[in-house]
Nanobody
């Protein structure tokens, strides 16, 4: 069974930085895409950054020029470098991956359990 484990969340002051990590483990044959979503209290979960095929990146407008997504394919780990954090970035951040898992190859989409990011003013 594939598992995604996030780390790196915490409390930071506005203007500060955090780096989130998400490690995928299990019988992974190949990764199609990995991304980060977030859900603030009372709001729907939204995609904020995604990396496809190892190098194609997409960002929601609200985080462009502040957040950077990257992937270490050897470690099956995706990162989210978050700079110039704002109070509005406060949310639970979830990792998501679309990948081929074995032993009989099949596509699956998986979620991590989330990590809390709190930005204080």
């Amino acid at each position: 069974q594939v598992q995604l484990v996030e780390s790196g969340g915490g409390l930071v002051q506005a203007g500060g930085s955090l780096r989130l990590s998400c490690a995928a483990s299990g019988r992974i044959v190949s990764i199609n895409d990995m991304g980060w979503y977030r859900q603030a209290p009372g709001k729907q979960r939204e995609m904020i950054a995604k990396i496809i095929a190892g190098d194609i990146t997409n960002y929601v407008d609200s985080v462009k020029d502040r957040f950077t997504i990257s992937i270490d394919n050897a470690k099956n780990t995706v990162y989210l470098q978050m700079n110039k954090l704002e109070v509005e970035d406060t949310a639970v951040y979830y990792c998501n991956a679309g990948l081929i898992e074995g032993p009989v190859p099949r596509f699956g989409r998986f979620w991590g359990r989330g990590t809390q990011v709190t930005v204080s003013s």
